[in-house]
């Protein structure tokens, strides 16, 4: 009997009762990225570009320009307040070729076919309007497609920005963290230069996300399970976290028994933050882990049947995850209301102590309990549409929950309840007009 939580066809704090289903890739749809409030991509396997309209689901564009898969999108706005705001996205493909596109006529702007090897990343620097692009090299590039600098003999490297300070670099089959400072010279000729700062080897295998918390923090997390908080400014191990698969560790979720522990179980696909906690899509499951107490407060160790591939924590207290078996759900994050007589676990010292010692550390742990609040995560929506791995999603706030599978669909999610009283205001305006209300 699988341990997934399930929930009803009654679900009351689930507004998402309708969907659109977007029709026109052909193969995998692996990427979705916002252009505005209304408009979104998406791009897969098929190395075909598509530009929606996220209140209606009109396609907009449908850009040719790639013979092989996307492997990495993002947009690139002008961010020159003098003029009409561009809105631009830049597309990477198995080709070895990014291409440029202007996201209002559909158009291609321009093309950079110079690469050595297939560009897996993309990173736009929107203070210094310059972008970078990530494989074998790494290169930084200017609007107009100039190449400004790049580093050479990296291995299979994704590139992340940390706000206002160095971008880093992680090594996919190292499990190395490579911290990059951009260098802009103040003379006349404005060259610039990738200077590496520091190289971090603490994760034991290799490293699968990275979120920025803020301008002082990120956080990373490895294929085996380890997720690390490292400080922004000198590069030291803040805390770390390598026990979530331990029931141990986390004793108020019921254990599983299993025979042996895959390490994809334990892989850290995902990351997300609110700069107060850390979501974390580990394995099938979801964690929640506080920055400041430095620990897992909540969790889902069997969130979904399959891999958690995106996790995302919305404006409310809500949780989106999305999962290899098909599914999207929203979990809510409460605080767990505990009884009065509720023994705290003790742990490691419950196992091997005893005597005054172990009534010490029990008495601890128990006061520990009492002022510290724990949450659980409560399945509140299951959205079943797609009928293979669901990659990631988009969050549009009222306009409702972008999604994009392996079954070749993009689906727009909405609030059934909002959308049916905008029909009926349209009908109702309709009236109007013809004298007819």
Known sequence: KSSVQTIGEEQIRNPYTELLVLNGHQDIVRFLV?????????????????????????????????????????????????????????????DRTVIVWDCTSGRQVQKVSCFHS???????????????????????????????????????????????????????RLGELVIFRLIVSNDESESWNLLEVKRLVDHQDNILSLVSVNDFTFVTGSHVGELIVWDALDWTK??????????????????????SQSSNETSVQHLTSDEECVFAAVGKGIYVYNLQMKRVIA?????????????????????????????????????KQQLPAELAPTGFFNMWGFG???????????????????????????????????????YFGELGLATCSADHLVILWKDGERESRLRSLTLFQKLAQNGDL
């Open 118 to 172: 297939t560009v897996k990343c993309l990173t736009v620097l929107q203070r210094l309007d310059v972008w970078l692009s990530g494989g074998s090299d790494l290169c930084v590039w200017n609007r107009k497609l100039d190449l400004l600098c790049k580093t050479s003999h990296l291995t299979d490297a994704d590139c992340y920005s940390l706000g206002n300070f160095p971008l880093t670099v992680w090594q996919h």
């Open 356 to 394: 005054r010692a172990n009534k010490q550390a029990n008495q601890a742990a128990k006061k520990m309990q009492e002022n510290t609040p724990m949450y659980i995560l409560d399945l509140v929506g299951d959205l079943i549409g797609h009928s293979s791995a669901v990659q990631m999603f988009l």
């Open 34 to 94: 916002q252009i505005d409030d209304c408009r979104f991509a998406s791009a897969g396997d098929d190395g075909i570009i598509f530009i929606w309209n996220a209140q209606t689901g009109e396609k907009l564009f449908e850009l040719h320009g790639h013979t092989h898969k996307i492997t990495a999108i993002t947009p690139f706005s002008s961010s020159d307040a003098s003029e009409e705001k561009i809105h631009l996205i830049l597309t990477a493909s198995a």
């Open 238 to 259: 803040q805390a770390s976290e390598c026990n979530f698969w331990d029931s141990s560790v986390h004793p108020d979720v019921q254990p599983e028994i299993k025979l």
């Open 299 to 335: 969790c889902q160790r069997t969130a979904h049947d399959s891999s958690v591939l995106h996790i995302e924590k919305l404006p409310n207290t809500q949780l989106i995850s999305c999962s290899e078996d098909g599914s999207v759900r929203i979990w809510e994050l409460r605080e």
